[in-house]
């Protein structure tokens, strides 16, 4: 059992690790100086939606694996290994906002009392942990010993713990062995399939790739992954677009594509773009690294082009359907998160959307089971429910953003009989072309002639 302190614990990666280390036995102190939802977690709910989450939060609670404060000295003095999962937000240039983690190595630099593994989660660009190293060694003693660990993470929001139970891999970047065998003995029960409580996404069977790497290679990984995952969204949008030029049908073309090995099916569907706190963002702080190193990342820089455009292919198909004006025209939005299975509307392009649209003069009514209060939070002045058929009722067009199954699930016909007939266009390929043809609607499917 290792004790564990998580600096960002109510942030969505600080909470799903720190939740995570609880039920592998380790003992964790949770840190956030957000006071309110430090406050809710206390008593078992969060902030943040996860399938499964609270249930297991609860459990843990009970057993006093994990608790959760708004002092950072207590996760100091708790801890032989302190995970920062602060928020690395853009700034204006493109290049992260490392305020929050300076700031944390500044108070360690203060405090800090014995040999400590600090361990970064948060995506930082390559020299920020030598950074933090550098900001430590400023005051420490030899006897106040730490090193600073990358340990990058790879969670999808919705899918959070399955991430982290099942990961696909760990990559700890160190060239401490001390520090390397603090780490090793963290994941040891993840990697021998052995929890505290039960928890449905460990598969004991499971063979999870351990990757001991350096600290750049570490850092890299984790830019790449993404890199890489941005761009086949705006690969895979870029072929959309021509398919639809010259007539193709674009969900047979991902089939296609997908049954090649090298290539696969997954994470090759097109849409209104790549939105999110993390891709848009870490591949902007990965051309900012490349452009200070005297490297022209040209491609990277076409991706992001790419996922600015396709807001423009969904704005243009609206008012294609609803001819010259938008005015006082009624278009449902389903899906206000920036994808399905989250309450999380961070860089949501279809906010963004949202408001090109109502720019214009039109009706908004936005449709989401998980993100109402957060969708109106930030965008005051949208009309949001979490009931479909409100949402669909007297719209003029209606526009599916993300593939929620509800909304491939619909019934048009029931619709129909209750006098809604709206223009429908389906970004992501989730409608039944079948269906909505019986029934007489008329639709666009994007990347698809029909
Ligand atoms: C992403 C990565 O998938 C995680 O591995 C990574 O850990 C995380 O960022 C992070 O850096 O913290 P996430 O942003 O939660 O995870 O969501 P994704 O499932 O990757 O989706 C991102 C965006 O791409 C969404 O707007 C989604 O709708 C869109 N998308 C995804 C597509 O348009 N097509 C696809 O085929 C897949």
């Not at 989450?53 to 032989?80: A, M, P």
């Not at 090649?260 to 997954?266: A, F």
């Not at 129909?416 to 499917?445: E, H, K, M, N, W």
Request: charged share 20%; net charge negative.
């Amino acid at each position: 059992m290792t004790k564990i302190g998580v600096i960002g614990g109510a942030g969505y990666v600080g909470l799903v690790t720190g939740v995570g280390f609880a039920a592998l036995g380790h003992r964790v102190t949770s840190m956030d100086l957000d006071a309110s939802r430090i406050d809710m977690l206390r008593k078992g709910s969060s902030a943040v939606y996860e399938d499964g989450l609270e249930r297991i939060l609860r459990q843990l609670i009970g057993l006093d694996q994990i608790s959760f404060t708004d002092d950072q000295s207590q996760t100091l003095i708790n801890s032989d290994a302190l995970f920062i999962a602060v928020g690395t937000p853009s700034l204006a240039d493109g290049a992260a906002d490392l305020s929050a983690i300076i700031a944390v190595a500044e108070w360690l630099r203060d405090e800090i009392q014995k040999y400590t593994v600090i361990v970064v989660k948060s995506t930082v660009p390559v020299g920020t942990i030598r950074v933090i190293a550098e900001i430590l060694s400023q005051k420490l003693t030899e006897s106040e010993d730490f090193d600073v660990v990358s340990n990058p993470e790879f969670l999808r929001e919705g899918s959070g713990l399955i991430d982290f139970f099942a990961p696909s891999r760990i990559i700890v970047g160190s060239a401490s062995e001390r520090a390397l065998a603090v780490l090793r003995n963290i994941y040891k029960p993840l990697l021998e399939g052995k929890t505290v409580v039960d928890v449905p996404w460990l598969d004991s069977d499971q063979e999870i790739p351990y990757v001991e790497t350096d600290v750049v290679s570490a850092q890299l990984t984790k830019y790449a992954a993404n890199a890489f995952l941005a761009s086949r969204i705006s690969f895979i949008n870029e072929i959309a677009g021509i398919s639809e030029k010259v007539g193709g049908n674009i969900g047979d073309i991902v089939f296609g594509l997908g049954l090649d090995p090298r290539i696969g099916p997954s994470y090759l569907k097109p849409g209104i773009g790549f939105g999110g706190p993390c891709l848009d963002k870490d591949l902007r702080a990965l051309i900012t690294i490349a452009g200070e190193n005297s490297f022209d990342p040209v491609m990277f820089e076409g991706v992001l082009q790419r996922n600015e455009l396709q807001l423009r292919e969904v704005t243009n198909k609206i008012t294609s359907a609803l001819g010259s004006s938008l005015y006082k025209k009624k278009i449902a939005l389903l899906g206000l998160a920036f994808k399905e299975g989250t309450n999380d509307v961070r860089e949501s392009l279809s906010i963004r959307l949202y408001k090109t649209l109502r720019d214009q003069g039109a009706s908004i009514a936005g449709h989401d089971f998980l993100a109402v209060r957060e969708a109106i939070e930030i965008a005051p002045g949208l009309e949001a429910s979490s009931d479909l058929e409100a949402t669909l009722n007297g719209a003029d067009v209606v526009v599916a953003l993300n593939a929620e199954p509800a909304y491939s699930s619909l019934d048009w016909s029931r619709l129909i009989s209750q006098g809604c007939s709206p223009y429908v266009i389906d970004t992501r390929g989730i409608l039944d072309a079948g269906v909505l043809s019986a029934c007489g609607i008329t639709f666009d499917v994007l990347g698809s002639t029909i």
